[in-house]
């Protein structure tokens, strides 16, 4: 299955710390089917009469403000502990969700794998291995859908998550931060188990078994059960002195990929121009510019375009660091037509397996940097976690779950996990959502997979450090931009979440503006309003901490 896409200006459902990151601008031509059941039980407390509005003062001078007076805007705000209503527009109209999509396929996620679902990655072997540690068959690793596979794990075991990630380092040119761990660290603790369970010489071949699930394609991006480094090479540019050449370097080192790398260094101040593409299979041509004072190392990455072949070769190369040798030769496509039927492979002998964190750490990771990779395999693990293979039993799977949550299946519209544009909510819905997950066990782990506004993940400078409703406010972004007839729009900008308010109550909240133009064709411009667009939401939810109510005075409840 794939999902294309029919790219516009690509803008908006990745993290955003001050910056709007660049994700793909679909239309979608072929979307994973959908169905929800009603749910007879469902807790409408939170909805508000038809057609009633209700927003402070302050809050409709932020909207009325150009050029954000020109948008369709909804939100709602619901006091938690009782459910009513104190602020409240356009309800019940679906809007872009972008990635505030996430919350729903995460929360999803949580409820079918649970937060404590481990992924366990092995590597089989068909044959026999002689006392001299020969094997006659070849090694094959099962992948398992582990989207880190051991290259975030930390020293205490949790997932490594910056505020800006190197999976949208080509969003916004100089953000991206490399996280410190080994990105082989998974298969480099497989190569060395597979040598200490005796195996010194393989006469086979290594094989990836990558048939969890369907394929499927967002986006041009390959959804794989094996993933290694996000399925990325990262390139690391390092400037010199203005007109001098930079240094480059790039991580996983494999000869799966050669790099052909020439960037100058340009004056400080200057803006990067530096582009990654491939003109031929395996090598990587690197072009462009960054500035002197441009933050090193500076991050660029290549999408690697099969992701079974790359981690084949990188298994290879592990196995030969730790005395393993292998007959076939490490390049080329992988080897799939040696894989004998999954049934028979999953009864073969285990020679080693690595063992991921747990789930709740990879929501965080989605949540916080809003991992699209990330987000995309969950629907594929719901649907093999219940023995379906397709995206859209996985898509069934979560739309059932929102029914479930009390969700009016006619109040959302979901493709996709990652938040493209075919996935529309209202704000109603959104927020029937996080009132149901509020009083659910695992709610503790989806809070904290929230970025929190003004201290980590896309919300980490929106508002000030030291402003007061700093860290009371868990919230996941959602972003954007379109093209049509070089017309560029801000199509959505959306926060949802929680806000821990000043009169001690805890409130879940939904905001959307939608189709805000660029007041010209430059995407320099389109950044600069997605960013201010971010700002804006952030200042309406720091109003909202201060003064919940639509009189600016705490809410008064009954008994």
């Known amino acids: 299955m794939k999902l294309t896409t029919r790219t516009l200006l690509p803008f908006g459902t990745a993290a955003l710390r001050r910056r709007a990151a660049l994700a793909l601008a679909a239309s979608m031509t072929a979307t994973a089917a959908m169905t929800a059941c009603s749910n007879n039980s469902r807790d409408n407390s939170a909805a508000p009469p038809p057609g009633a509005e209700r927003i402070s003062a302050d809050l409709q001078e932020l909207m009325n403000?150009?050029?954000?007076?020109?948008?369709?805007?909804?939100?709602?705000?619901v006091d938690l502990q009782t459910g009513k209503v104190v602020q409240s527009k356009g309800t019940d109209s679906q809007f872009l969700t972008g990635s505030t999509a996430k919350t729903f396929a995460v929360s999803a996620a949580l409820d079918v794998l649970g937060?404590?679902?481990?992924?366990?990655?092995?590597?089989?072997?068909?044959?026999?291995?002689?006392?001299?540690?020969?094997?006659?068959?070849?090694?094959?690793?099962?992948?398992?859908?582990?989207?880190?596979?051991?290259?975030?794990?930390?020293?205490?075991?949790?997932?490594?998550?910056?505020?800006?990630?190197?999976?949208?380092?080509?969003?916004?040119?100089?953000?991206?931060?490399?996280?410190?761990?080994?990105?082989l660290a998974g298969i480099n603790e497989l190569a060395r188990k597979v040598a200490a369970s005796g195996v010194r010489q393989v006469d086979g071949d290594v094989v990836i078994d990558n048939r969890l699930w369907d394929p499927v394609s967002i986006g041009e991006v390959p959804v794989t059960p094996t993933v290694v480094n996000d399925n990325l090479i990262d390139v690391l540019i390092t400037p010199g002195a203005p007109g001098s050449p930079a240094q480059v370097d790039w991580r996983p080192k494999t000869a799966a990929f050669s790099v052909d790398a020439q960037v100058t260094t340009t004056p400080a101040g200057s803006k990067p121009t530096v582009t990654t593409d491939s003109?031929?299979?395996?090598?990587?041509?690197?072009?462009?510019?960054?500035?002197?004072?441009?933050?090193?190392?500076?991050?660029t990455t290549y999408q690697v375009p099969d992701p079974a072949a790359f981690a084949r070769t990188v298994l290879i190369e592990a196995l030969a660091r730790n005395g393993v040798s292998v007959s076939a030769p490490p390049l080329g496509k992988n080897p799939e037509d040696k894989l004998p039927p999954s049934k028979e492979v999953n009864s073969m002998p285990v020679s080693a397996t690595y063992t991921s964190p747990p789930f709740k750490e990879y929501a965080r990771l989605i949540n916080k940097v809003s991992h699209n990779l990330?987000?995309?395999?969950?629907?594929?693990?719901?649907?093999a976690h219940n023995g379906q293979r397709t995206y859209a039993d996985g898509m069934k799977i979560e739309n059932e779950f929102i029914a479930r949550a009390g969700v009016d299946p006619h109040s959302v519209s979901l493709v996709d996990a990652q938040g493209t544009p075919g996935n529309k909510a209202t704000p109603a819905a959104q927020v029937t959502l996080l009132r149901h997950l509020a009083r659910q066990d695992n709610f503790d782990v989806l809070y904290d997979s929230m970025p929190s506004m003004g201290v980590d993940g896309s919300l980490s400078d929106v508002i000030e450090h030291t402003n007061p409703a700093a860290g009371h406010i868990r919230a996941k972004t959602g972003t954007f931009i379109s093209s049509d007839n070089d017309k560029l729009t801000l199509a959505t900008k959306a926060l949802a979440g929680y806000i821990d308010a000043k009169d001690n109550r805890r409130y879940a909240f939904a905001i959307y503006v939608n189709n805000i133009p660029v007041p010209s064709k430059s995407v320099s411009d389109a950044v600069d309003l997605a960013l201010k667009a971010n700002k804006q939401l952030g200042a309406m939810a720091a109003t909202i901490y201060k003064s919940p109510s639509t009189t600016g005075d705490p809410v008064t409840h009954g008994g």
């Open 65 to 77: 403000t150009a050029p954000w007076s020109s948008g369709k805007w909804g939100l709602q705000v």
């Open 279 to 299: 003109v031929s299979p395996g090598h990587i041509r690197v072009r462009g510019s960054v500035p002197a004072d441009a933050k090193a190392p500076f991050v």
């Open 374 to 383: 990330g987000a995309n395999l969950l629907p594929l693990l719901m649907a």
């Open 115 to 183: 937060a404590d679902h481990r992924f366990r990655t092995p590597v089989v072997h068909s044959g026999t291995v002689s006392a001299d540690g020969r094997l006659s068959g070849n090694l094959i690793m099962i992948g398992s859908g582990d989207l880190a596979l051991g290259g975030r794990t930390t020293a205490s075991g949790g997932l490594d998550v910056p505020d800006f990630d190197h999976y949208d380092a080509n969003a916004v040119p100089g953000m991206a931060t490399i996280t410190t761990e080994v990105p």
